[in-house]
């Protein structure tokens, strides 16, 4: 069955460390989509990245990186040198088109907060 | 600024009561995708459009539907409410749209519609 932890509920860091987010997914497909998407607390959902199953190499967007391994089907979000704008819930995201059918699943997000 | 529009930002009904969330996607953005925040629930994807069709379904209940109409924006219609429909509903657009409704790019997000069931 789709699935997506998110372990972490909630993680508390003092601004400049780096900090790791992990999220674990399983699914039997061998082509899936992985997303991650950040909250911030004013609300709004935005979309941070996509990634396919069969592109294994590593992002990276400026404080921002990810790291993608199929062998232990982990999909982790690394933020460098934090910054208290990074505050926000963070959620990681399948999905899959199995028999036809579109399954898309989030994650029960992690909650960021960066202390200054 | 996502450029993706919502309306409104707040209802509050009663239940058993029916709504209409609309949404207005990026100009030149074809598909448009509708998510649930509840709670419960947490997030849940409901449905997807692109450029009129629909591509793929979600959680979302029977007693919910949706359209895209051709000018591209898209309704959410909301019926015989519940308590447990009290949610955050977001819209979000993107240019294109992949087989079975995968998403191909970034997608961009509404504000979202509060809508509180009483």
């Known amino acids: 069955a789709q699935k997506v932890t998110q372990a972490q509920t909630e993680i508390s860091v003092v601004e400049k460390e780096d900090v790791t987010l992990d999220c674990v997914y399983e699914t039997r497909d061998t082509t899936y989509y992985l997303f991650w998407y950040k909250q911030p607390p004013s609300g709004e959902l935005v979309f941070l990245i996509r990634?396919?199953?069969?592109?294994?190499q590593n992002e990276i967007s400026g404080r921002y990186s990810w790291n993608f391994q199929k062998s232990t089907s982990s999909f982790n979000f690394t933020i460098t040198a934090s910054q208290v704008v990074d505050s926000a819930v963070y959620f990681c995201?399948?999905?899959?088109?199995?028999?036809?059918?579109?399954?898309?699943?989030f994650g029960t997000g992690t909650r960021l907060k960066v202390l200054a | 600024d996502s450029g993706v529009t919502q309306t409104p930002k707040h209802l509050i009904t009663a239940t058993g009561q029916r709504v209409t969330l609309r949404c207005s996607p990026r100009?030149?953005?074809?598909?448009v995708y509708w998510y649930q925040q509840s709670l419960d629930q947490g997030l849940q994807f409901l449905i997807q459009?692109?450029?009129?069709?629909?591509?793929a379904k979600g959680n979302i209940l029977e007693r919910f539907s949706a359209q895209q109409f051709p000018d591209l924006h898209s309704e959410l219609n909301l019926s015989s409410l519940e308590l447990g429909d009290s949610a955050l509903y977001f819209c979000?657009?993107?240019?294109?749209?992949?087989?079975?409704?995968?998403?191909?790019?970034?997608?961009?997000f509404g504000p979202g519609t509060r809508l509180l069931v009483l």
């Open positions: 459009y692109y450029n009129g069709e629909e591509r």
């Open positions: 990634r396919n199953s069969f592109d294994e």
């Open positions: 995201a399948l999905s899959e088109v199995t028999s036809g059918t579109y399954k898309y699943i």
């Open positions: 979000a657009s993107s240019p294109r749209v992949g087989t079975g409704g995968t998403i191909l790019e970034t997608q961009y």
């Open positions: 100009s030149g953005d074809l598909s």
